[in-house]
């Protein structure tokens, strides 16, 4: 019976928790996603707290939008391509003892995340500003053949932040700003048993039975669901051509709720960010920076509450009796960013940048989660159309590292080896009024 408790603990555990953290992997450490804008791509978001070259920057730091005398708008899109490869695996089953299963490179997908934002004067001391642009958006999908299928699956998932911030000039070098954040989020997850599970249902007590292989462990079909932030920030301008940007944004439980009716309870971190900007004197380049700390240590655990005992998934079936929880225990991630922009003429900007951002992971990985260090390689550019608008464009092409995954269930255990690559893209056109 303790076995029995056990399995069906960590099964549910394997097939929802992950999902709901992969839902939300992106091609950031941990599931954190940058799609503010296509000037941040071009130059891996180094210094993009204070830079405020668009109206995109309100997404980072509030208070910058007291750079700007005139109305500004910007909106554009960014496409994320995730290359995931799953490899080395060793998989094993307390039925069916040692399964092949097939490397796979093909995990990855292509998710399309837009952003709108909009800056408005009211006078030289106050500003406001609204946007929406996606915090996260992701596609990772294992093949139906796949031999570890309960460890893998699908995961498709879209969020949106709809933000209203103002801004208060206190004096010539002093700005402040804050803004409130409306987060929606919608996912779909499927996991099936995989080819360790019996060919036939086994019974294990009298009211438990081990599904056979290929049986819906868990069918979650757009679980959507509201929360409510807030961000701060400051700018200092030590001169027309120095500044520096300081921001923090508080990043609440999100809650999502799935047509079977299980409520799904995920923490999400705190994020604070220093930029600088520095134009040298008497060139056409500037250099930028920023250093960001995301709170992963709050992600301690997922609650996962009762399912709806009137829906006939196994998941549901499992759950029907019990409020489980899912533990991991993550560590505090850092970026570290470096860019420089070239104000070629009137006509052209060019821009790069390099970023080194850590993993939020320790000890607890997957393979529907493939998270490492990663370096961040961008470039980029602005085109003015004229004196008022420009379109931008800005490509990263995000490196990660091999990592070791262990994961099993009280049935099934399994080794691997990950390796998530992404090429970003971003098109924006931005107007001043």
């Known amino acids: 019976m303790n076995n029995s408790r056990l399995f069906k603990k960590s099964l549910l555990a394997v097939t929802i928790a992950t999902a709901s953290i992969a839902s939300q992997q992106a091609v950031a450490a941990g599931f954190q996603l940058n799609a503010q804008s296509a000037t941040g791509i071009g130059r891996a978001f180094a210094g993009d707290a204070v830079i405020a070259d668009n109206a995109s920057v309100m997404a980072r730091n509030p208070a910058a939008m007291t750079l700007f005398d005139k109305t500004e708008l910007s909106l554009g899109f960014e496409s994320i391509t995730s290359i995931i490869e799953v490899k080395d695996v060793t998989y094993r089953s307390g039925v069916a003892g040692s399964v092949e299963v097939k490397d796979t490179d093909d995990v990855g997908d292509t998710s399309i ?9 009211v006078n030289d001391k106050f500003v406001w500003g609204v946007n929406a642009y996606s915090n996260f958006g992701t596609k990772t999908q294992f093949s139906d053949e796949y031999a570890a299928a309960e460890f893998g699956g699908l995961t498709d998932v879209k969020s949106f932040n709809f933000g209203v911030a103002g801004a208060f000039r206190l004096d010539d070098q002093w700005s402040v700003g804050a803004g409130l954040d409306l987060i929606y989020g919608q996912g779909t997850m499927k996991r099936i048993a995989g080819d360790g599970f019996p060919a036939t249902p086994m019974p294990i007590s009298p009211s438990t039975v081990i ?4 049986t819906a462990l868990l069918d979650v079909n757009k ?4 929360a409510i932030g807030f961000n701060v920030g400051t700018v200092y301008e030590l001169d027309a051509n120095n500044r520096f940007g300081l921001a923090y944004r508080y990043s609440p439980e999100f809650e999502a709720e799935d047509d079977h009716g299980q409520k799904i309870t995920l923490p999400l971190p705190d994020i604070a960010e220093f930029s600088g900007f520095h134009k040298i004197e008497n060139t056409k380049f500037a250099v930028h920076y920023s250093v960001q700390w995301i709170g992963w240590s709050a992600f301690d655990k997922i609650d996962f509450e009762n399912l709806d005992a009137t829906k006939s998934t ?5 759950a029907k009796n019990g409020v489980y929880e899912k533990q991991y225990q993550w560590q505090d991630g850092w970026h570290y960013a470096i860019g420089g922009t070239y104000y070629l ?10 970023m080194y951002d850590t993993s939020a992971q320790d000890s607890v990985t997957s393979i529907s989660v493939p998270d490492s260090d990663r370096q961040w390689l961008s470039a980029g550019f602005t085109y003015h159309l004229d004196q008022s608008s420009n379109i931008d464009f800005g490509f990263t092409y995000l490196m ?4 070791k995954v262990n994961e099993k269930t009280s049935l ?3 080794s691997a080896t990950t390796h ?5 893209l971003g098109l924006q056109y931005s107007r001043s009024f």
């Open 211 to 214: 599904p056979p292989s290929g």
């Open 400 to 403: 990660g590292d091999d990592v």
């Open 420 to 424: 998530a690559d992404a090429i970003l």
């Open 113 to 121: 995340a837009p952003n709108i934002h909009l800056i408005v004067p």
């Open 314 to 318: 196994i998941a549901a079936q499992q």
């Open 345 to 354: 003429n009137s006509d052209w900007t060019l821009r790069t940048g390099y």
């Open 412 to 414: 099934t255990e399994l």
């Open 223 to 226: 679980a959507d669901g509201w």
